[in-house]
């Protein structure tokens, strides 16, 4: 009895054997290429969806934009802690004056360089039905700096739930 597959493979020439190869070559490249157009699909259609439910960004760089804000904050706490003016009862009346304008400094600056960026993803958040309470409580109107570090860690909370949802 004859082996067919054995006897197919020894009658192969050398030319032969290249041409096989680029075969399998193009073959796998074609493949390659029909994934990655999948994916690409795949992506489109994730995006398709995310814009009928409302979402403005994905939610890879939702997560990503909410981590470097919840950054951002942290370090606008520390900076202005660090450089927050001392009380003295000595001096009761410009001390008060001082820590008061150094809060106020501190507010402007977080309505400045946060409050609408933290309000738009507290939105998109929302849309992804991620929720936070204290986030709630303290996002608009965060009045010292533990509102402010409350901010800043319940919005990275958020994002880090991002990872199991994408």
Request: a positive charge; zero cysteines.
């Amino acid at each position: 009895m004859t082996d067919l597959p054995r006897d197919l493979v020894k009658q192969i020439t050398a030319f032969q054997w290249v041409a096989v190869v680029v075969v399998v070559v193009l073959a796998i490249n074609g493949l390659a290429t029909l994934l990655e157009s999948l994916r690409k699909i795949h992506q489109f259609g994730r995006d398709v969806f995310a814009h009928l439910k409302g979402r403005r960004t994905s939610d890879q760089d939702l997560k990503k934009q909410a981590l470097e804000v919840a950054r951002n904050l942290m370090d606008l706490v520390q900076t202005r802690q660090s450089s927050e003016p001392t009380f003295s009862f000595d001096r009761f009346h410009e001390s008060s004056e001082a820590l008061g304008r150094h809060s106020q400094e501190t507010q402007n600056l977080y309505v400045r360089d946060f409050a609408g960026r933290i309000a738009f993803l507290r939105q998109e958040l929302l849309k992804r039905k991620l929720q936070d309470k204290e986030l709630d409580s303290f996002y608009e109107h965060p009045t010292n700096y533990i509102g402010l570090r409350i901010v800043a860690m319940r919005l990275a909370a958020l994002a880090e739930q991002l990872a199991g949802k994408t």
